[in-house]
T-cell receptor, first 111, second 114 residues
Framework: EDKVVQSPLSLVVHEGDTVTLNCSYEVTNFRSLLWYKQEKKAPTFLFMLTSSGIEKKSGRLSSILDKKELFSILNITATQTGDSAIYLC???????????FGTGTRLTIIP | EPEVTQTPSHQVTQMGQEVILRCVPISNHLYFYWYRQILGQKVEFLVSFYNNEISEKSEIFDDQFSVERPDGSNFTLKIRSTKLEDSAMYFCASIQSSYNSPLHFGNGTRLTVT
């Protein structure tokens, strides 16, 4: 059975700190790994990673994949209160983008 | 930027009642999905839909659930006889093509069954 495990489950830091969120996985026929940010409602797409060692970057957020060790990390530098959210890792199964989600990391940024 | 839209944002219903959750996917998308998230739990896949038929469904998607695309734009999820444990956020999602495309989610419908 495919597994997606995120750590830590919860993280509280002060504004300006840098955080690293982890996602490890066991899936058959790996195709990609996706990171989403969930604030009050819908998960919003952040990154899709398909190749090892290639960093994806968007502003203060970046992510990288290690297909040998089967994990990905999501980094957020100079955190702001608006970064407070649940960060979800997900992997597609099968041929139609059916996603298996991890439990998420709840990130809280204290002003 | 085009969005997936869902209505209503919140639906309260009594146990045993039928509910229909509505979604308007992004217009040029071809693959449609329903996911749900029980409070405090993971986002879970319910069903995928392509070419006017279900392509895959999870164990959760039993005979009480059905999906339809009645008019080429709306995509609906019907629960025939709601149970307390159906209370959750229901997310609709769509993608243009099926391979390595990130899902775009709607804002969800919070279903509360009393």
């Amino acid at each position: 059975e495919d597994k997606v495990v995120q750590s830590p489950l919860s993280l509280v830091v002060h504004e300006g700190d840098t955080v690293t969120l982890n996602c490890s996985y066991e899936v058959t026929n790996f195709r990609s790994l996706l990171w989403y940010k969930q604030e009050k409602k819908a998960p919003t797409f952040l990154f899709m990673l398909t190749s090892s060692g290639i960093e994806k970057k968007s502003g203060r957020l970046s992510s990288i994949l290690d297909k040998k060790e089967l994990f990905s990390i999501l980094n957020i530098t100079a955190t702001q209160t608006g970064d407070s959210a649940i960060y979800l890792c997900a992997l597609p199964r099968g041929g139609n983008e059916k996603l298996t989600f991890g439990t998420g990391t709840r990130l809280t940024i204290i002003p | 930027e085009p969005e997936v839209t869902q209505t209503p944002s919140h639906q309260v219903t009594q146990m045993g009642q039928e509910v229909i959750l509505r979604c308007v996917p992004i217009s040029n998308h071809l693959y449609f999905y329903w996911y749900r998230q029980i409070l405090g739990q993971k986002v879970e896949f319910l069903v995928s839909f392509y070419n006017n038929e279900i392509s895959e469904k999870s164990e959760i998607f039993d005979d009480q659930f059905s999906v339809e695309r009645p008019d080429g734009s709306n995509f609906t999820l019907k629960i025939r006889s709601t149970k307390l444990e159906d209370s959750a956020m229901y997310f609709c999602a769509s993608i243009q093509s099926s391979y390595n495309s990130p899902l775009h989610f709607g804002n969800g419908t919070r279903l509360t069954v009393t």
